[in-house]
């Protein structure tokens, strides 16, 4: 059974720079493309990043590049997203996906997700 | 900016069939943007329905069907159910890399 298990959110200030992480298992890892969505309270989703199986390429929504950074460690079948700079706009839960087998075409599991709240 | 458009809100009644449509502000839906669908309940991850167009996921009853119609992608639900009553939202796949969500669609059975 393929399960995504996010953790690394809660309450964050303003400024700070958390990372969440999403434990994979009930699949090869190394074999998906992996993306982040989040979903600020009460609004829709929106992409966030994803990256290529072995992590060499990556790629970000407009209002997350060069603050957010997507990485892997096949290893531990794990996906990350460091967050840098947070500031209130950015409050969400944040969820781990896996692409279908070919890049580009679409979502098929998702994580529970993981609640991140910017606030002082 | 690329904008993703989807009917804020629509309306079926038990047992009818409706269509849900994903376009772009410029520009036509076409195959190429391999649009996908997913179902989200309040307080619940989304659910995949559709990818690449066309394709169910893993469990989705055939009464979920995507298709291209005219200038969008289209989710058409046929035999709604009550349990249908939620937010369904559109993937489009803008290439480099770049995937963008519609704001979604509240579907009401009534």
């Known amino acids: 059974e393929v399960q995504l298990v996010e953790s690394g959110g809660g309450l964050v200030q303003p400024g700070g720079s958390p990372r969440l992480s999403c434990a994979a298992s009930g699949f090869t890892f190394n074999t998906y493309w992996m993306h982040w969505v989040r979903q600020a309270p009460g609004k829709g989703l929106m992409w966030v990043s994803r990256i290529s199986r072995d992590g060499r390429a990556t790629y970000y929504a407009d209002s997350v590049k060069g603050r957010f950074t997507i990485s892997r460690d096949n290893a531990k079948n794990t996906l990350y997203l460091q967050m840098n700079s947070l500031s209130a706009e950015d409050t969400a839960v944040y969820y781990c996906?896996?692409?279908?087998?070919?890049?580009?075409?679409?979502?098929?599991?998702w994580g529970q997700g993981a609640l991140v709240t910017v606030s002082s | 900016q690329t904008v993703v458009t989807q009917e804020p809100s629509l309306s079926v009644s038990p047992g009818g069939t409706v269509t849900l449509t994903c376009g772009l502000r410029?520009?036509?839906?076409?195959?190429?943007?391999?649009p996908s669908w997913y179902q989200q309940t309040p307080g619940q991850a989304p659910r995949t329905l559709i990818h690449?167009?066309?394709t169910r996921s893993s469990g989705v009853p055939d009464r979920f069907s995507g298709s291209i119609l005219g200038n969008k992608a289209a989710l058409t639900i046929t035999g709604a159910q009550a349990d249908d009553e939620c937010d369904y939202y559109c993937?489009?796949?803008?290439?480099?890399?770049?995937?963008?969500f519609g704001g979604g669609t509240k579907l009401t059975v009534l």
């Open positions: 410029s520009g036509s839906v076409s195959t190429s943007y391999y």
């Open positions: 996906a896996r692409e279908v087998s070919v890049a580009g075409t679409g979502i098929d599991y």
């Open positions: 690449s167009t066309n």
């Open positions: 993937v489009l796949y803008m290439g480099s890399g770049i995937s963008v």
